[in-house]
């Protein structure tokens, strides 16, 4: 078979690597996805804890870095343009070495006096920044790896997106109260943090310079008529039956957990008097963003197995109570107050856990509602509902703590779930959807 049906074959072109570099997936899918994940962990983790180490009010930091999320509720308004402009080798690394530069941006504005507004500009522009990278980096993959090399490796690319959450949230987390019991300057420890971060990222940037594979199929440029093309797919998406329930289904079923997720670590930080657990920055870096992230990882591939041996219809409802149910510890741990960091680290273990079995539930149902000729363009689309989910409950739910305290609020957030369950009950399922045969 010639070179040329060989590619046809495989709707995937891949030619040279970079500059003689091996040309094996395991080069740079790693690096890829880790670098994916760390900005998000840093638009929208590490800045709550950061801005609460500085002592913001949990109002503010709920509502402003929930705006955070828009860039992600967009993404796709601004999608074809990747595809436009330039190549997708060539996006990856120039936004890389963008959010470098504005990680060092984010450690220069802390010591101002604005620093709050400042670095929150800057946090802006690296989630618009970032948004664009996963553009970029997801259509890369499926230009650079044949079909079956796509199959092969979406493991590997979501556990090393899982790594960079777990060295975000928990082993920068540890850092940054490490160095700040050690030099007494939140502030500097907080300077050092997004330093390091911004020099790894130039540092990558420059490997996937040399690294990247040079798809044949990564191309500048559209064939055909942009606008029309852009209108049909969001047409199409639109006129879906049982579109209004798709719709719900993607903005309220994580309604409970976008509320619950941005007052996580206040309560866990907050002192005694004021309702919170009293931990240090150093162990909520060890219980929630480690314990608890490596039992949202392994609840996400347990859903993921019992759903390929049951199918999506009869795992729904199971996976939707796993996912709420374990909401209780955070209920639990507001009224006792327990003083172990084991008990605090085994109750979130649990409540993450059910997290990451409820969410593949929604995942499923996203790739259910993308089926269809468009179907990465109206996962997209799918993604940006879920960004904007979590984005406006997120944004009140501060405010909200601030009036009700930490205990009615942890009830609030269980009488949430009712318009999840709701959505959940309206949604169609087809038998044996997602069921391995």
């Known amino acids: 078979m010639s070179e040329h049906a060989k590619l046809a074959a495989g709707h995937r072109a891949v030619s040279e690597p970079g500059q003689g570099f091996s040309n094996s997936p395991w080069a740079w899918i790693p690096t890829l996805y880790l670098l994916q994940g760390l900005p998000y962990v840093v638009v929208m983790t590490l800045s709550v804890v950061m801005y609460k180490n500085l002592g913001l009010s949990n109002t503010d930091i709920a509502l402003y870095t929930s705006w955070l999320y828009l860039p992600w509720v967009i993404k796709p308004l601004w999608s074809p343009l990747v595809e436009l402009l330039g190549t997708k080798r ?24 604005h620093f709050f507004q400042m670095s929150l500009a800057v946090l802006w522009l690296m989630a618009f920044a970032s948004a664009s990278h996963d553009i970029a980096a997801d259509g890369f993959y499926m230009l650079a790896l044949p079909t079956h090399q796509q199959a092969a490796f979406v493991g590997i690319r979501s556990t090393f997106y899982r790594v960079a959450n777990i060295a975000g949230q928990g082993g920068l987390v540890y850092l940054a109260g490490e160095l700040s019991e050690r030099h007494g300057s939140t502030v500097l420890a907080w300077q050092i943090v997004m330093a390091v971060l911004a020099l790894a990222f130039v540092l990558v940037a420059l490997y996937h310079l040399w690294a990247l594979p040079r798809p044949s ?76 992230l490596i039992a949202l990882t392994l609840g996400g591939i347990c859903g993921g197995l019992l759903i390929a041996r049951f199918g999506l219809k009869r795992c729904l409802w199971p996976l939707i109570l796993a996912m709420h149910l374990p909401n209780l510890v955070f209920l639990a741990m507001a009224l006792t107050h327990p003083g172990s960091l084991w008990i605090i680290s085994g109750a979130l273990a ?88």
């Not at 997209?380 to 601030?402: E, N, V």
């Open 217 to 292: 199929s990564d191309r500048a440029g559209l064939r055909g008529d942009l606008l029309g093309d852009f209108w049909t797919v969001f047409k199409a998406y639109f006129a879906k039956p049982g579109i209004l329930v798709i719709l719900a289904y993607l903005l309220l079923y994580r309604f409970p957990e976008a509320q619950l997720l941005k007052l996580a670590t206040p309560f866990l930080l907050d002192p005694l008097d004021q309702g919170g657990l009293g931990l240090s920055t150093k162990q909520v870096g060890i219980a929630y963003g480690t314990v608890g």
């Open 90 to 113: 060539r996006w990856i690394w120039t936004l890389q070495f963008v959010v470098g530069a504005l990680l060092a941006g984010v450690a220069l504005t802390l010591p101002m006096d």
């Open 350 to 437: 649990v409540e993450q856990f059910g997290y990451g079995l409820g969410f593949t539930a929604y995942l499923m149902v996203m790739i259910l509602v993308a089926d269809g000729p468009h179907k990465t363009a109206h996962y997209a689309i799918c993604t940006g509902f879920m960004a904007l989910g979590m984005m406006l409950p997120g944004m009140w739910s501060g405010w909200l703590q601030d009036q009700l305290g930490y205990v009615n609020f942890f009830g609030w957030v269980l009488v949430a779930t009712i318009p999840s369950f709701i959505v959940t009950a309206l949604i169609k399922v087809p038998e044996g959807f997602g069921k391995k045969t």
